[in-house]
Every structure is written in structure tokens, then in C-alpha cells.
């Protein structure tokens, strides 16, 4: 099993930055993509950002583009979120997830991840 633990969140003022981390630890595997998904109260979770096990091929939601950045470092086992420019609707808890593949293309769907991570609250203010 692998176990996600994210981290980087918090309270930001509209047009603020955020950097989130998901650490995955216990067996892991080189072949893997990696997402993060957002969840709002009263609001289904959605998609936010992924990236193929390669790390050459990123997907993000249209509300997030040209805003967040999705990167990964494989040697550390690490996937990162920059959030830029930051609004209020961004409000929410994120989770990152893990999809093990044998090819190199981005999920966007949620039951394509393995594990997942219990969260990090991201706050906008306005």
C-alpha cells in the first residue's frame, strides 16, 4: 500500500500564491501519474490538475489554466501544486492521488487513482 500526505495549505489573500506537496511513502512504484482534486462544501469533488508517470504530459481544468502548475520529481517521490493567482472559488480541501499505469497518459477520472491522500484545506479570501 501507499500512503499520500499533502501539505502547503492554508489561508491566502485573493491573487495570492500557494505551493502544495503530496509526499507518497511505503510501496511505491516508478509508473505511476499523479492528480490532484478539489472538493468545495455542498460541491462534488472535481478535477484539478494531473500529470502522466513521465511527467511529459499535464491536463489541468479549464477553471484552473494558465494558474496552476502540476510538476512531479519522481527520485523523491513528490508531486507538487503551484497555485497562482488565487480566487475565493478556489476555496476548498485538495487531495492528491496516485494512478499506477503501464502507459504514459493522464487520467482525468477519479476511480483511474489507486491511493489517495486525506487532504489539505486551501482558504481565499476575499
Known amino acids: 500500500q501507499v500512503q499520500l500526505v499533502e501539505s502547503g495549505g492554508g489561508l491566502v489573500q485573493a491573487g495570492g500564491s500557494l505551493r502544495l506537496s503530496c509526499a507518497a511513502s511505503g510501496r511505491t512504484v516508478s509508473r505511476y501519474a499523479e492528480g490532484w482534486f478539489r472538493q468545495a462544501p455542498g460541491k462534488e469533488r472535481e478535477f484539478v490538475a494531473a500529470?502522466?508517470?513521465?511527467?511529459?504530459?499535464?491536463d489541468y481544468a479549464d477553471s484552473v489554466k494558465g494558474r496552476f502548475t502540476i510538476s512531479k520529481d519522481n527520485a523523491k517521490n513528490t508531486v507538487y501544486l503551484q497555485m497562482n493567482s488565487l480566487k475565493p472559488e478556489d476555496t476548498a480541501g485538495y487531495f492528491c492521488?496516485?494512478?499506477?499505469?503501464?502507459?504514459?497518459?493522464?487520467?482525468?477520472?477519479?476511480?483511474?487513482?489507486?491511493?489517495w491522500g486525506q487532504g489539505t484545506q486551501v482558504t481565499v479570501s476575499s
Open positions: 500529470i502522466s508517470r513521465s511527467g511529459g504530459n499535464t
Open positions: 492521488a496516485l494512478a499506477v499505469l503501464y502507459s504514459d497518459y493522464v487520467p482525468r477520472g477519479e476511480k483511474e487513482y489507486h491511493f
